[in-house]
């Protein structure tokens, strides 16, 4: 009879945690974005760039909204705003990007379905408009997790993706803060890329702000209204970059991750650290096998790990149950937050809720 009993109140108790499992599950979309973490300063921020960015940023947190409103899944939601972030000159990610040392803008982005764990990640995309769509076609029309370099950009074809010249994604400022780097590190300067537009006089090149120079990785992640989780980053990786140099953005677990059984992450920073911490999956792990709430996980990961070896950046990051949460260790992190029924929330500085 102990035995029965047993396993009728291991049923029941079953049932009950299956429940309020799907109960915890709000019903209700909710996003959060991020446009890059660093040494991000009112300093060197004048009030009409600081303007700029925060309209960005709410421009792309609404289209996202937008799609979560009309009871679209979370994956959509997410192509929806970094799209429009890509676009943005503001961003280190499509036409915002940095260049790498040998004069190219070389783009990664991944994106990653929480109810599925199907992932898809692209790196070093030349031709690409919208990487972002390019890493979701991977996981959705190919059997693969990860492209790279031409065969990215040659599957980007064969999905239908919009394709454009290379110099579509030159931005003067970028390329000015790259000529100021090599210059300083001693290394050789490329020729200017084939199509930007002329060279501006010498007064206009030396007006590249300090804030443009590398930062702008941008990335969301979004619950839907069935309770789905996912994540998406987007970037133009390390300004100056040599050797083909890849970071955590389109590594799925270091970047870039998302599961239904604990939550969805994007990060940015320093992306050799977040590889050797395995960021976005750490934050998912203290979730679902210890128990933390979302914004402890968050801070126990960027503030004392990430810190314990020097690492510097952030992470934005949401649950099933709708808890959402960002957490950063640099002077700044463009970011934004938004669940339904509430108001848009939009940070920059770290002294912002």
Same mark, same amino acid.
């Given at each position: 009879?102990?035995?029965?009993?047993?396993?009728?109140?291991?049923?029941?108790?079953?049932?009950?945690?299956?429940?309020?499992?799907?109960?915890?599950?709000? +019903?209700?979309?909710?996003?959060?974005?991020?446009?890059?973490?660093?040494?991000? &300063?009112?300093?060197?921020?004048?009030?009409?760039?600081?303007?700029?960015?925060?309209?960005?940023?709410?421009?792309?947190?609404?289209?996202?909204?937008?799609?979560?409103?009309?009871?679209?899944?979370?994956?959509?939601?997410?192509?929806?705003?970094?799209?429009?972030?890509?676009?943005?000159?503001?961003?280190?990610?499509?036409?915002?990007?940095?260049?790498?040392?040998?004069?190219?803008?070389?783009?990664?982005?991944?994106?990653?379905? +929480?109810?599925?764990?199907?992932?898809?990640?692209?790196?070093?995309?030349?031709?690409?408009?919208?990487?972002?769509?390019?890493?979701?076609?991977?996981?959705?029309?190919?059997?693969?997790?990860?492209?790279?370099?031409?065969?990215?950009?040659?599957?980007?074809?064969?999905?239908?993706?919009?394709?454009?010249?290379?110099?579509?994604?030159?931005?003067?400022?970028?390329?000015?803060?790259?000529?100021?780097?090599?210059?300083?590190?001693?290394?050789?300067?490329?020729?200017?890329?084939?199509?930007?537009?002329?060279?501006?006089? &010498?007064?206009?090149?030396?007006?590249?702000?300090?804030?443009?120079?590398?930062?702008?990785?941008?990335?969301?992640?979004?619950?839907?209204?069935?309770?789905?989780?996912?994540?998406?980053?987007?970037? +133009?990786?390390?300004?100056?970059?040599?050797?083909?140099?890849?970071?955590?953005?389109?590594?799925?677990?270091?970047?870039?991750?998302?599961?239904?059984?604990?939550?969805?992450?994007?990060?940015?920073?320093?992306?050799?650290?977040?590889?050797?911490?395995?960021?976005?999956?750490?934050?998912?792990?203290?979730?679902?096998?210890?128990?933390?709430?979302?914004?402890?996980?968050?801070?126990?990961?960027?503030?004392?790990?990430?810190?314990?070896?020097?690492?510097?950046?952030?992470?934005?990051?949401?649950?099933?149950?709708?808890?959402?949460?960002?957490?950063?260790?640099?002077?700044?992190?463009?970011?934004?937050?938004?669940?339904?029924?509430? &108001?848009?929330?939009?940070?920059?500085?770290?002294?912002?809720?």
């Amino acid at each position: 009879m102990k035995t029965v009993h047993s396993l009728l109140c291991g049923v029941i108790m079953s049932s009950v945690l299956t429940a309020a499992a799907q109960s915890s599950r709000s +019903g209700h979309w909710a996003i959060v974005l991020h446009g890059g973490a660093g040494v991000i &300063k009112r300093s060197e921020m004048d009030a009409k760039t600081e303007a700029a960015y925060r309209a960005s940023l709410t421009r792309a947190l609404e289209a996202g909204a937008q799609v979560l409103n009309r009871g679209g899944a979370s994956m959509d939601a997410i192509e929806a705003s970094i799209r429009i972030l890509e676009d943005d000159p503001l961003f280190n990610a499509g036409r915002g990007a940095v260049f790498a040392a040998d004069g190219r803008n070389e783009l990664d982005a991944a994106m990653m379905d +929480g109810a599925t764990l199907r992932a898809g990640a692209v790196a070093d995309v030349t031709r690409t408009r919208h990487p972002i769509s390019l890493a979701r076609a991977v996981m959705e029309k190919s059997p693969h997790v990860f492209l790279v370099g031409p065969g990215a950009d040659q599957f980007s074809v064969y999905a239908g993706l919009e394709q454009v010249d290379p110099s579509f994604f030159f931005t003067e400022r970028r390329w000015q803060a790259l000529i100021k780097q090599l210059k300083k590190e001693g290394l050789p300067i490329p020729p200017r890329p084939k199509g930007a537009p002329p060279p501006p006089t &010498k007064a206009q090149a030396e007006l590249e702000p300090a804030h443009a120079r590398e930062y702008g990785t941008v990335g969301m992640v979004a619950l839907d209204r069935s309770g789905d989780v996912a994540a998406g980053t987007s970037t +133009g990786g390390t300004q100056a970059k040599r050797w083909g140099r890849v970071g955590d953005s389109p590594l799925i677990g270091a970047g870039t991750y998302a599961s239904n059984q604990s939550c969805a992450v994007s990060a940015t920073g320093t992306g050799e650290y977040f590889i050797r911490l395995t960021v976005a999956r750490t934050v998912c792990a203290l979730v679902q096998y210890k128990g933390y709430k979302l914004q402890q996980a968050a801070d126990e990961v960027i503030h004392k790990e990430l810190a314990a070896i020097h690492g510097d950046g952030g992470v934005i990051a949401i649950a099933p149950d709708g808890q959402m949460a960002w957490s950063f260790n640099t002077p700044g992190m463009f970011r934004a937050k938004l669940a339904e029924g509430g &108001k848009v929330q939009v940070g920059i500085y770290n002294d912002e809720p």
